[in-house]
């Protein structure tokens, strides 16, 4: 039985992960939106988002300045959120976008076994039975092209290497939020990734500036939207939570993005997809009341 003061103390966690899967649900939707090459709209989504947070941080730094031995975990966050932002966003123009979904939401797999090899953290059999279903509704969901004609290729390999870098981030960021807050953690992850993401852009040759302004304003979108209000959702989160735990539950970010593509994209889901949503929200559920009962 789960106390009611353990309810309370988890029902801030689990709503700030709802808004967290809600905002990067329309990632993929920015990066269709915007007329540029991935890893510039990864750029610019973390560089507008880290000017926008930068006041609070510094009026917080006065008051607690971050110990410099505890800087590593967000700034090596950094540079795998960089890794996954320039694969992932530039595996669509090589992939459909049903195959990098799908195979960028391989991350929860990855989480788990870092987690059980790294945090020695004990996984019970209900929660592996709702991950293996969680990754089952998003493969029914995302992947239908991908399991009736499986192919591997470059932007499918571009899309699998991104979960794994994704994965990567979520494990450093719950050694993170142990040391910093969600909006010193973000904003810190976000310098070290924009920089990383600059030198990309810079070594592929792609250019920075002379866009259209409707591109502009996606730019300016995806940083408010999907950074910001995205990422400090999901590091307040995890500074309550495992990563074990948020991570299968960003699964969700398929679902939501299934169904805002019907008025957005005008994209209407096929049963196959509908069938997916409910068994991953089952295995969400089953992840997440793992939890709880460990708790």
Not at 113 to 122: K, Q, V
Request: overall charge positive; glycine content about 8%.
């Amino acid at each position: 039985m789960i106390s009611s003061s353990t309810r309370t103390s988890l029902l801030f966690p689990y709503l700030a992960l709802a808004a967290g899967v809600l905002a990067l649900s329309l990632s993929a939707m920015f990066v269709r939106w915007a007329e540029a090459p991935g890893p510039v709209t990864g750029f610019y989504r973390l560089s507008f988002s880290t000017l926008i947070l930068t006041p609070f941080f510094i009026q917080g730094s006065r008051k607690d300045p971050p110990a410099k031995t505890t800087l590593l975990f967000p700034l090596l966050g950094g540079l795998f959120t960089a890794c996954d932002f320039a694969l992932w966003n530039s595996s669509l123009a090589f992939t459909t976008a049903a195959n990098a979904t799908l195979l960028g939401n391989t991350a929860p797999l990855w989480v788990a076994l870092g987690a059980w090899l790294l945090f020695r953290e004990r996984l019970t059999r209900d929660f592996w039975l709702g991950l293996v279903l969680a990754l089952a509704g998003a493969s029914l969901i995302m992947g239908g092209d991908f399991l009736l004609h499986p192919r591997l290729g470059l932007g499918d390999l571009m899309a699998a290497a991104a979960g794994v870098f994704y994965a990567s981030y979520l494990l450093s960021a719950q050694r993170s939020r142990e040391f910093f807050n969600p909006l010193r953690h973000i904003w810190l992850v976000g310098l070290s990734a924009g920089i990383a993401l600059l030198a990309i852009n810079i070594l592929l040759g792609n250019p920075l500036f002379n866009y259209p302004a409707q591109t502009w304003l996606v730019f300016l979108g995806t940083a408010l939207v999907s950074q910001t209000i995205g990422y400090l959702s999901i590091a307040y989160a995890l500074g309550h939570l495992p990563a074990s735990v948020v991570s299968p539950t960003l699964i969700m970010q398929p679902v939501l993005t299934t169904i805002l593509a019907i008025p957005l994209l005008g994209e209407i889901p096929r049963t196959i997809q509908l069938t997916g949503g409910v068994v991953a929200l089952a295995g969400i559920y089953l992840v997440n009341q793992a939890h709880a009962r460990q708790k």
